[in-house]
Nanobody, 126 residues
Framework: QVQLLESGGGLVQAGGSLRLSCVASGGSFRNYVMGWFRQAPGKEREFVARITRNGITTYYADSVKGRFTISRDNAKNTVSLQMNNLRPEDTAIYYC???????????????????WGQGTQVTVSS
């Protein structure tokens, strides 16, 4: 059974940093593209970042490019999101997600991802 467990959220002042982690169980971790999404109150879930199976290629939403960094450790079944220079508009619940084993390296829509974590709250105060 697939399980994705996020951690690392919290309350931080604008300009601060947080590091989110997601530990996966069930299936061979290296077979999946991994992504981070976020959802703010009253808004749709939006793509934040993704990383390919081998960890070489990453892709970011324009809103976080240059501030956030996604990485993965296939030996530890973990994907992380380092968030720097946080802004109040980054406030949201952040979700870790993975594709199917045949999922595209270009997966950027929620529908492209088959499994989701429960989410972790990130709040950035101004």
């Amino acid at each position: 059974q697939v399980q994705l467990l996020e951690s690392g959220g919290g309350l931080v002042q604008a300009g601060g940093s947080l590091r989110l982690s997601c530990v996966a169980s069930g299936g061979s971790f290296r077979n999946y593209v991994m992504g981070w999404f976020r959802q703010a109150p009253g808004k749709e879930r939006e793509f934040v970042a993704r990383i390919t199976r081998n960890g070489i290629t990453t892709y970011y939403a324009d809103s976080v490019k240059g501030r956030f960094t996604i990485s993965r450790d296939n030996a530890k079944n973990t994907v992380s999101l380092q968030m720097n220079n946080l802004r109040p508009e980054d406030t949201a619940i952040y979700y870790c997600a993975r594709t199917t084993p045949w999922g595209s390296d270009a997966a950027s829509r929620p529908a492209d991802y088959a499994s989701w974590g429960q989410g972790t709250q990130v709040t950035v105060s101004s």
